[in-house]
């Protein structure tokens, strides 16, 4: 079985040790480097074949954002997955532009960590439920402070799709919308993609933070 090469780059030792013991369990995994530092970590991925890279958002040199659109440039292929502790809707949103495949909580769960692996491995984003939960929470209380007089955009959104876009806002994967809905797990995917044709946005992550914004749900 292929093992997914892994470094850990943050100025913290013991959160990378920490981290270092939890992935050590995971079968599918091989830590096989980490870096204290941004420049450090670049330095690696120029010598070292890198699949998966769990990074901070806040280091000495480069923060991760920055570190993410350069390690980009060199490995194309890499998929960065922010580990930190700032949850900031701004933040998130900038690391999703600059090419981060998954966003954690440095409080995530084991369950959450072997998730976010697997989704990233299969070329998909991830954002753990707590990180949507968060960004729902803010964009909510930004809009409650908007006036009611604005106007809503309207994409022509069918009854299903409508339905479909509430539970991933909520936080729901295709498959868990599926059996609320009592439709094909295909079918859900399906809308997905309609949803996304008519708003012409490209993933589903930004699709979230783009209807809550503008009250589509």
Do not use: W
């Amino acid at each position: 079985m292929y093992k997914h090469k892994v470094i850990i780059v943050d100025d913290h030792h013991i959160f990378r040790d920490g981290l270092k013991l939890s992935l050590g369990t995971i079968k599918s995994i091989e830590v096989v480097n980490e870096a204290k530092c941004a420049t450090e970590f670049l330095n690696i991925i120029k010598n070292t074949k890198i699949d998966i890279a769990f990074m901070d958002i806040r280091m000495p040199d480069m923060n991760g954002i920055e570190a993410t659109i350069e390690a980009l440039k060199i490995s194309p292929d890499l998929k960065i997955i922010i580990m930190s502790s700032y949850d900031d809707i701004e933040i998130i949103n900038n690391a999703i532009i600059a090419g981060t495949y998954g966003y954690l909580l440095k409080n995530a769960d084991y369950k959450d960590i072997i998730n976010a692996i697997e989704t990233v491995s299969k070329g998909k984003k991830y954002f753990s439920h707590e990180i949507i939960e968060n960004i729902t929470s803010q964009i909510i209380d930004e809009n409650n402070k908007k006036s009611e007089s604005e106007n809503t955009p309207n994409y022509n959104l069918t009854f299903r799709e409508t339905q479909v876009l509430k539970e991933l806002c909520n936080g729901d994967d295709s498959k868990l919308i599926a059996k609320k809905l009592n439709i094909s797990e295909r079918t859900v995917e399906k809308h997905i993609q309609n949803i996304l044709s008519k708003t012409n946005i490209h993933t589903t992550t930004k699709l979230i933070v783009f209807c809550l914004k503008n009250k589509l749900v």
